[in-house]
């Protein structure tokens, strides 16, 4: 049954870093606020960067709720889910941070990405999390399927777009800037692109 961990290492690692997608868990601090569940794809999206950290690459999409809650306090959870082979679920409890642009730490953190061109999908954040509590499960419900490849759709769609028009897509959303609960979410405009 389930065991806690110290540090993301051995198995614990090669078993995250493995999975084709997880999912990140986040809500406001409100009792009444919107809590958040979002699945994560795109193979090499998301890199271990020490026994205690994880991060991953945050792209365009309709919505900022994960930034905007961790802007506001921080809590984030992500879970992997063995799909194939033993049955198995792992949670990273902890505090999460968007990163962005102009941030300094933005080129350093974004080379443990390499086999992502961050270009193409319109990246806007990279959210880092350190991990307060790391537990697995069983997984035994979690159902058998197979990973056939990424999509292309979000890399076709976003490849069109420089800095200027993905700022005015974002602008035209109104849960970019904004969450659904109204706290802070993407600073807008975007940074530029800082050059390689």
Request: proline share 8%; glycine share 8%.
């Amino acid at each position: 049954m389930g065991k806690t961990y110290e540090r993301i290492d051995g198995r614990l690692r090669t078993f995250i870093e493995a999975q084709p997608m997880f999912f990140t868990a986040t809500a406001p601090l409100a009792g009444d606020g919107t809590v958040n569940l979002s699945p994560k794809g795109l193979r090499g999206c998301l890199a271990v960067l020490d026994e205690h950290t994880v991060a991953y690459l945050d792209f365009a999409g309709s919505n900022a709720e994960t930034i905007a809650h961790l802007r506001e306090n921080g809590r984030i959870t992500l879970m992997w889910c063995a799909f194939t082979g033993p049955p198995n679920i792992v949670r990273v409890h902890g505090r999460g941070e968007p990163v962005f642009r102009d941030d300094p730490r933005w080129a350093d953190l974004l080379r443990h990405f390499p086999d992502i061109d961050a270009s193409v999908h319109g990246l806007r954040a990279i959210i880092v999390v350190r991990a307060d509590l790391i537990r697995d499960t069983c997984g035994y419900a979690v159902p058998l399927m197979t990973y056939d490849a990424d999509r292309d759709l979000h890399g076709r769609r976003f490849a069109r777009e420089d800095d200027a028009s993905l700022s005015a897509y974002f602008a035209g959303k109104p849960h970019i800037a904004t969450s659904i609960d109204g706290l802070p979410g993407l600073p807008l405009p975007l940074p530029p692109t800082p050059a390689a």
